[in-house]
């Protein structure tokens, strides 16, 4: 079945950890995302990449990384610099210029 | 980046009873979507709209893109158990090379038996 993936569902973390939190897709979409959602609050938008191999920051990107080696997988490692990371993280990918989103099921990110 | 003002922020509705939520912005969109989230779970796309004065039906659902392009309104008739969850409004403006997309607070229905 075509879709997109994310894992892990839940993750702990202890402080001044680095931790990644996977997103493929078999959708065969150009353009992927990440937003970072907060309880009562739209979601964020982190990064974006529209293409292999290059990719631009969001609103929000500060204590965040991606990279975009492959079309199908979009990792976001959340680093330590990041000073409040406990959110709920989506991942979503589309078309290139299109806002029709394919969103995964989210990663739940908890630090200790 | 842009604002979105997505109103009511929350509703208690009786089954069965219509439901009419509506966002606006300060800023024109070329696209307007409507996304409803069910408990964590992602967003799933109800409608897009893609002309200003546009309305579009799937289903029990029916969002109209306002004529000034800053507005828009989602309409859920006959509400179900299963209407519960967040219901996003999204706008986007393309132009400049750029397609980010621009999402509201969100709106959170509650459905009573």
């Known amino acids: 079945d075509g879709g997109i993936t994310q894992s892990p569902k839940y993750l702990f973390r202890k402080e001044g950890q680095n931790v990644t939190l996977s997103c493929e897709q078999n959708l065969n979409h150009d353009a992927m995302y990440w937003y970072r959602q907060d309880p009562g609050q739209g979601l964020r938008l982190i990064y974006y990449s529209q293409i292999v191999n290059d990719f631009q920051k969001g609103d929000i990107a500060e204590g965040y990384s991606v990279s975009r080696e492959k079309k199908e997988s979009f990792p976001l490692t959340v680093t330590s610099a990041q000073k409040n990371p406990t959110a709920f993280y989506l991942c979503?990918?589309?078309?290139?210029?299109?806002?029709?989103?394919?969103f995964g099921e989210g990663s739940r990110l908890t630090v200790l | 980046g842009q604002q979105l003002n997505q109103s009511p922020q929350s509703m208690f509705i009786q089954e069965g009873e219509d439901v009419s939520m509506n966002c606006t912005s300060s800023s024109i969109f070329n696209t307007w979507l409507w996304y409803k989230q069910e408990p964590g779970e992602g967003p799933v796309l109800l409608i897009a709209l893609y002309k200003a004065g546009e309305l579009t039906s799937n289903g029990r659902l029916t969002a109209q893109f306002g004529i000034t392009r800053k507005d828009s309104f989602l309409n859920i008739s006959a509400s179900i158990p299963s209407d519960v969850g967040i219901y996003f409004c999204a706008g986007q403006y393309s132009g400049a090379g750029s397609y980010q997309l621009t999402f509201g607070k969100g709106t959170k229905l509650s459905v009573i038996p």
């Open positions: 979503a990918s589309g078309g290139a210029g299109t806002g029709e989103l394919f």
